[in-house]
């Protein structure tokens, strides 16, 4: 990818269970943003944590950011068959006057009712 | 949240044609959209930034004679392969920042369109 990877590549677990999924990245940041991508569509937002916050939470989201390793978690909580989705950590690269926004390599989750 | 549209969803076109693809902000002006591509089973790489009233900015790599970026107007921009070919087969999206308000950092995305080059 163009900013970094993701760990699991895939990642399939039971309803109820939680998931972890990791993200790298390699240039500085102002923010690190978790996306949604349902198969064949746009992808949807779900949490920004800022360079300066090391923890953030959102109903059953919970992302981390450690900007000494450039990595961050999500973790999804009670997981739901609905949560089935590909997710992407995105980083943005500030150059003159716009950001530039970067995905990394994304982890499909697969929640098994 | 702000809406961004995107037409078509698919396409089917023939070797050395091309594909206009456009991307709508519905319910806000976005002088700055942006344009992935997306290959199968992996992320989204970016290839250009599109600018209202001026040039595109393209990423390492991609060719801006291949893909050619118009941003008219502060709700539309397009993305035309040119001279399609069957590796330019991939799933193209849009996206954009509203930069109303408190969500002025996260993109909101098109549903992507899908060109595939016979």
């Known amino acids: 990818s163009q900013q970094g990877e993701e760990d699991p590549q895939a990642l399939s677990i039971q309803e109820g269970e939680n998931a972890t999924m990791n993200c790298s990245y390699k240039t500085s940041i102002n923010n690190l943003q978790w996306y949604r991508q349902n198969s064949g569509r746009g992808l949807v937002h779900l949490i920004l944590i800022r360079s300066n916050e090391r923890e953030k939470h959102s109903g059953r989201l919970r992302v981390t950011l450690d900007t000494s390793k450039k990595s961050s978690s999500l973790l999804i909580t009670a997981s739901r068959a609905a949560d089935t989705a590909s997710y992407f950590c995105a980083t943005d690269a500030r150059l003159y006057n716009f950001n530039k926004f970067y995905f990394g390599s994304g982890t499909k989750l697969n929640v098994k009712p | ?118």
């Open chain 2, 1 to 118: 949240g702000a809406v961004v549209s995107q037409h078509p969803s698919r396409v089917i076109c023939k070797s050395g044609t091309s594909v206009k693809i456009e991307c709508r902000s519905l319910d806000f002006q976005a002088t700055t959209m942006f344009w992935y591509r997306q290959f199968p089973k992996q992320s989204l790489m970016l290839m250009a930034t599109s600018n209202e009233g001026s040039k595109a900015t393209y990423e390492q790599g991609v060719e801006k004679d291949k893909f050619l970026i118009n941003h008219a107007s502060l709700t539309l921009s397009t993305l035309t392969v040119t001279s399609a070919h069957p590796e330019d087969s991939s799933f193209y999206i849009c996206s954009a920042r509203d930069l109303r308000g408190q969500g002025r950092e996260k993109l909101f995305f098109g549903s992507g369109t899908q060109l595939s080059v016979l």
